[in-house]
C-alpha cells in the first residue's frame, strides 16, 4: 500500500486545478525556468517563500535553512547563490528571516541540542555584539525579535561579501540584496530597507577589487 496516499492525492487534485486554469502550465514550466528572485529563509514551514508572497511555482529559486543564515563555508547555500546569479541571472536576492524563530531563541540559550549548536554558534557572536541593546529590552520575545531582524541585517551583508555577487556587480548586472522580516502572527512581510546593489556599499575588506 502507498504510503501518505492524502499528499498524492492532494498533488492530483494540485495539478488538476493547475491545467484547468491554464492549460500550458506545465508545458512551460517545464521548458525553462526563469526566476528573477532568489529566496534564502528559514525552514521553519510556516515560512512557505512561494504561498507568503502569493507567487506561483517557478518565480522564485528558494534556499531555506535553520534562521536563514548564509555562512561563508557552506557549499550548498553558496551554491544556490552562484547558480542563482550566473545561470538563473535573478535580480533580487531576498533573505527573509522571521519572528519568533526557533533557531534564535535556540541560540539564546545554554542547553545542548547536538549539531544544531554548531550551525547556529555565529547568532551567540551575533547577540554578544548586540549584547547591551538587546538585555535592555525587558519583554522575551522582543528580545528574540530583535535578534530575527539584526540575524538578517548580518545575513544580507554577508550575502554582499560573496564574490558571485560581487562580481555580477563589477559585470554591472542589475542586482539588489534585500533584508525581510515575516511575522509568523499576521502574515506580514517588513523591509527592513538594507538594501545593497553595488559594491561601493560594501567596507573595504570584504570587497574583491578595489
Ligand atoms: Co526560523
Redesign the pocket.
Known sequence: MRKLQNLFTQNALWAEERVKEDKEFFTRLASQQTPEYLWIG???SR?PANQVCNMQPGEFFTHRN???IVHHTDINCLSVIQYAIEVLQVKHIIIC??YG????KAAMENKESGLIDHWLRSLKDLYIANKEQIDDIPNYDDRVNFLCEENVRQQVTNVCHNSFVQNAWHDNKELTVHGWVYDINNGKLKDLDVCYSAANQVPDIYRIAP
Do not use: L, Q, S
Not at 101 to 104: D, L
Open positions: 528559514c525552514a521553519d515560512v535553520i534562521a536563514n528571516g522571521h524563530c526557533g533557531g534564535i
